[in-house]
C-alpha cells in the first residue's frame, strides 16, 4: 500500500515557478511508476508527466514539454514537479499517482494509488 500526499502549490502569476512535491509512504515507492495528472474546471482530468521506477525515463504531454520536469528522490520517498514558464491554462488541480509498475504510463487507469492533490492558479 502506498499512501501520497501533495504539497507546493498556491497563487503565481504568469511566467513564474512553482514546485510539488508529492510525499509517498510505503517501503514499496521505489518499486513503482510514478505520473502527475492535473484536472481544471470543468474538464477531464489529464497526463502531464511521468517517470519509471529508477527515474531514469521520464515522459510529458507537449503542452508542458520543455517547461515542466519530473523528478523523484529514492531515499525522501518524494516525487516532485518543477513548474516553470506557468501560464493561465496551467491552473488545475495536481494529483500524483502511483503505478504497480516499473514501467511509466499516461494512462490514468493504470494507476493504482493517487493523493488528494494540490492547487494551482496562475495569473495573467
Known amino acids: 500500500q502506498v499512501q501520497l500526499v501533495e504539497s507546493g502549490g498556491g497563487l503565481v502569476q504568469a511566467g513564474g515557478s512553482l514546485r510539488l512535491s508529492c510525499a509517498a509512504s510505503?517501503?514499496?515507492?521505489?518499486?513503482?511508476?510514478m505520473g502527475w495528472f492535473r484536472q481544471a474546471p470543468g474538464k477531464d482530468r489529464e497526463f502531464v508527466a511521468a517517470?519509471?521506477?529508477?527515474?531514469?525515463?521520464?515522459t510529458y504531454a507537449e503542452s508542458v514539454k520543455g517547461r515542466f520536469t519530473i523528478s523523484r528522490d529514492s531515499v525522501k520517498n518524494t516525487l516532485y514537479l518543477q513548474m516553470n514558464s506557468l501560464k493561465p491554462e496551467d491552473t488545475a488541480v495536481y494529483y500524483c499517482?502511483?503505478?504497480?509498475?516499473?514501467?511509466?504510463?499516461?494512462?490514468?487507469?493504470?494507476?493504482?494509488?493517487w493523493g488528494q492533490g494540490t492547487q494551482v492558479t496562475v495569473s495573467s
Open positions: 499517482a502511483g503505478r504497480s509498475s516499473r514501467t511509466s504510463s499516461r494512462l490514468e487507469r493504470e494507476y493504482d494509488y
Open positions: 510505503g517501503r514499496t515507492f521505489n518499486s513503482y511508476a
Open positions: 517517470v519509471t521506477w529508477l527515474g531514469l525515463s521520464t
